[in-house]
């Protein structure tokens, strides 16, 4: 009997791995015209909305300088028009001063007996002040490089609501002892210079002293003004309404601080202390009395950074997060082109050869992952990228407020909105293997990741309600775009309307990552358990 020899092809075996399936699906991504089209407009989108924005601005440079009352801020000519901290942050620098010049090293400590206010309340109609005090209301001592609004400074003080705490170079902060402050429970502060580091301690009896905080004021000259300050930012009170929209109410404030128990070592002049408003106040009344050794001190205004969207002259500037506000469509784009990159597949039929192909069903996924997620990151960079630099481009052009940002900030918004674009493409790519229908994979998409921010910007749930729907669903990953800090000493609403987020980036990143990484691991199991 003669044996016949199997078939065997004269072709050589092609190699069949990660990097043969990945090639794959790159070629069937780029070879469909659709696709491709999908991405590009994906970018559009996002660029051209982000672009609408850029001439959104409501007042101009110049309109807005006239009513900043003071502001040293020479950027006008480009677009910013806010008093500038050490830093190049916005910042508020309005307080009353009590001072000496400090020439060299030394030491001041004073003790606080008391700290009242009055303030304009939420609800009235006129500017009335009444008894009073705001929970940032402040009172303590201080050094600063110069009389300049803006320039360097550190201070050791009590907040009303707060404690004893350090401040300095309007962003850092740092508590010390608790409490409020009163006749029967006065506390102690001592600022100490030595070169450019200044130490602020706090004690509740002037014998047992605890450090707060030591800082570095680099560049920090010679001869310094330093002593006793009193401020205390506007009574504003936030509320919002169906719709994202938002009011202020309230208005002025003011603190009143007693001091005595002076003492001063050092490089101090024998001259007399000097009062004086750093700023404008908005009211009358501030000033000092000095009676022996008791300093009485009225302040009004604030010596803080200036949040985006916290109010003031510069209200309508135009912010990073409004050259964003095109993600959503380009993110839309995008998941219907990762919806139809697998669910076209199970409707031609066409995901039998490309399993026949690549009979590891865990590496086809992998493929697809990648170069979705790929298309994802590049539409984002681009479409971002683009809002941005030539949004902020035209909004100098056109001499409205731009809020100030750096580069390095503006450099993670870009990158962290290729990030959420390329994570969210592939929750799409693998809800659209489990689904296996293009139309219930975008509507389930839209649901997890568009409603739940769009739910709490329009203020269409509680406040509270909204935060959780930004901390548990895939759209806590939109926190990657938050373009400015929010900070504890400033008192304000920080929602999503104004580029805030519940959730650090890490953490939002974290939850958009924990739903994708669920999603592909019941698609690789649906993918394995299932006929094609």
Known sequence: MTTIAPYRSPAAHGKDGFAQALRAEWTKFRTVRGWVIGALVGILAMAGIGLLASGGG?????????????????NCAHGISYLLGPNGEPVSDNFYFVRQPLAGDGTITVRLTSLTGRLTPADANGSSLVPGLVAWAKAGLIIKENLNRGSQYAAIMVAADHGVRMQWNYTGDTAGQPGTVGTANPRWLRLARSGDVITGSDSADGTHWSQVAAVTLAGLPSTAQVGLFATAPDNNQVTTSFGGGSGVSGGPAEATAVFDQLGTSGGWTAGQWAGQDVGVPEIPGTGYHQAGGQFTLTGQGDIAPLPAGHG??????????DYLVGTFAGLIALVVVAALFVTGEYRRGLIRLTLAATPARGRVLAAKAVVVALAGFVVGLLGAGIAILAGQAITRAKGHYAFPISGMAEARVILGTAVVTAVASVLAMAIGIIVRRSAATVAAVVIVIVLPYFLAVASIVPLSAGDWLLRVFPAAGLALQQPYPAYGQ????????????PLSALAGLGVLAAWTAAALALAAYLLRRRDA
């Open 58 to 74: 409501q007042a101009s440079c110049q309109s807005a300088q006239a009513g900043a009352q003071g502001q040293q801020s020479s």
């Open 312 to 321: 003031g002259p510069a209200d309508s500037a135009t912010t990073v997060s």
């Open 490 to 501: 400033v008192t304000m609403h920080y929602a999503p309307i104004s580029g805030y987020f």
